[in-house]
């Protein structure tokens, strides 16, 4: 089969019912490819982001659309634009002498006799004149995979209603980050993701679900209906934690655990990583760990339970902090005492029934409730019990590697506002630094959902494996995404032209190459179905009816 011939079949398996094509005049690797629509194309049916291929000798490359031209071979054209621009002239000039030129940036290639037809890293370019097409199911299929076990189906490509596969495998392997300004679908996307973590059973989730929309149930991105979380989609896969009893019981919901946490356990790294959002000096902050040395374990309760000057005044001296420092601490730190999930009498084993569920494989999302609106307790309650579980994950590891112990389950935690913990002042600081930094060094990753990646440190977000990038339309957010990444130029003009809802441009360790996608519905009985949901009321319902047409 020559290369026309080729060319002719690729262009019947596209899909889609506006057609254009074209041929390689120029470019280079690093540049980009330069193409010139045949003249029955419409250049209206390109859009940038679109997935291609590239007809070439020897090889087959595969690239994405990064920018769409008018180009014209007479540069007086513009001056007698007025006459030319109806009639036959038109017609005839359109295609011609004035004609539309799209630009793409190889990504793939694979050797077109190559048995294992494995796509590589494109390294080289075709040849000019080698024919441009849009890409086709088969394509996409080679490219990304087939939905099966460990290849989840997170959307389609632009304009087209193939399955795209996220590999779930790797995916699970390092940080990643969902991002994306307010109202562009974020929630419904992290959801999807974290349903294909359990449907591979690859991973285990730990969700600090800030305004309850991943456990029992959550809102459509119009907020106009419910839709089901994790806990109904996977009801013997999911436990629901809650900080809030009596906001579970308004819903509905008998949560698996009710979280509490004692004064006891609070310690001075929990405090400090509120320290902006406390309005703490840097003076008040360090007095904790004075405080602690002083009091003991339960430096917290009986710091918060002083009162008069004289005995400010005595303890500052006798912890040698100033006075000023202790003062402001006391008044901030009283804010914990509005706190009803903080008991004051005893200690608790939230963190050991947390770790519980995670070691028999089941996922927990712990709710907030009326807590999510506090940033201070969402915070507070998030750091102190991911330090502490991953304190477990580190001994389970060293076990495992002495052969005392077996391999600890990976776990990923779900965080939102990520910028709260990862700011460049706090990122080395806080446990869920030190989490995106080690690289799931003791089996333990993040997934970060923010809408102001800017803000979190460069650091950390170099070290995320798969990003998932909704709409943003500050200029500092999207440098922030694609810092380190290959072609940023290219994929800015990508980013800026996603729409406002369910679209996202997806890049990194997850995926061969960077692709624009839909991403797939989430909210209907088909796609609960296509999730592994089964209603159990209709099953009855047809059961019941089974019964009575056999036997009357």
Request: hydrophobic share 35%; net charge neutral.
């Amino acid at each position: 089969m020559n290369s026309d011939e080729r060319f002719e079949q690729l262009k019947r398996n596209v899909n889609t019912d506006n057609l254009w094509s074209g041929v390689i005049v120029g470019g280079s690797l690093s540049e980009g490819l330069e193409v010139r629509l045949t003249g029955d194309s419409s250049i209206e049916e390109v859009k940038v982001g679109r997935l291609v291929t590239i007809e070439g000798k020897s090889h087959r490359f595969f690239g994405q659309v990064s920018d769409v031209l008018l180009e014209t071979s007479d540069r007086n054209l513009s001056s007698h634009s007025e006459e030319m621009s109806v009639g036959i002239i038109s017609d005839v000039i359109i295609g011609t002498t004035a004609y539309g030129k799209i630009k793409i940036q190889p990504k793939l290639s694979v050797e077109i006799n190559e048995k294992s037809k494995t796509p590589q890293a494109a390294k080289t370019i075709p040849p000019h004149f080698s024919k441009v097409a849009t890409a086709s199911h088969a394509d996409i299929e080679l490219i990304f995979g087939k939905e099966a076990p460990g290849k989840f189906w997170i959307g389609s490509p632009l304009d087209m209603e193939t399955k795209l596969c996220l590999d779930i495998n790797e995916f699970t392997k390092r940080s990643n980050g969902v991002f994306g300004k307010s109202g562009t679908g974020k929630t419904f996307l992290t959801r999807l993701l974290l349903a294909g973590i359990l449907q591979s059973g690859k991973a285990a989730n730990l969700v600090f679900d800030m305004h309850s929309e991943y456990g029992w149930q959550g809102y459509s991105e119009t907020k106009n209906h419910q839709v089901k979380g994790l806990k109904q989609l996977f009801p013997s896969k999911v436990a629901i934690f809650s900080l809030d009893e009596e906001h579970s019981k308004r819903r509905g919901l008998t949560p698996d655990y009710v979280v509490r946490i004692g004064y006891k356990e609070v310690e001075p790294e929990d405090v400090e990583i509120l320290r902006e959002s406390l309005n703490l000096s840097s003076q008040a902050a360090d007095a904790t760990h004075s405080l602690q040395r002083y009091y003991g374990k339960n430096w917290l309760l009986e710091f918060l339970n002083l009162s008069g000057t004289e005995a400010f005044n005595m303890l500052a001296g006798q912890i040698n902090v100033n006075q000023g420092a202790l003062s402001a601490l006391h008044r901030r730190l009283n804010e914990f005492r509005r706190f009803e999930f903080m008991d004051a009498d005893s200690t608790h084993d939230s963190v050991n029934q947390i770790l519980r569920y995670l070691d028999r494989g089941i996922n927990v999302v712990l709710e907030f409730g009326k807590y999510g609106r506090d940033t201070d307790a969402y915070i507070l309650v998030a750091n102190l019990l991911t330090r502490r579980i991953y304190d477990r994950y580190a001994a389970y590891k060293e076990r495992s590697l002495s052969g005392t112990g077996k391999e600890p389950t990976p776990l990923v935690i779900t965080i939102e506002e990520a910028h709260k913990y990862l700011t460049a002042e706090l990122a080395s600081q806080t446990i869920f630094g030190t989490i995106a930094r080690e690289m799931r060094k003791y089996n333990v990753t993040l997934l970060i959902v923010d809408q102001r990646p800017s803000q979190i440190d460069e650091e950390v977000m170099s070290q995320l494996g798969t990003k998932l990038v909704c709409l943003l339309d500050n200029n500092r957010d999207v440098d922030s995404v694609l810092s380190g990444t290959s072609g940023q130029r290219k994929l800015r003009s990508v980013l800026s032209s996603l729409d406002s809802r369910q679209q996202a441009l997806v890049f990194g360790h997850a995926l061969p190459m960077p692709v624009e996608i839909r991403v797939r519905d989430y909210g209907t009985s088909e796609s609960y179905t296509s999730l592994g949901y089964t209603d159990t009321n209709k099953d009855k319902a047809q059961i019941n009816k089974d019964k009575s047409d056999l036997f009357g």
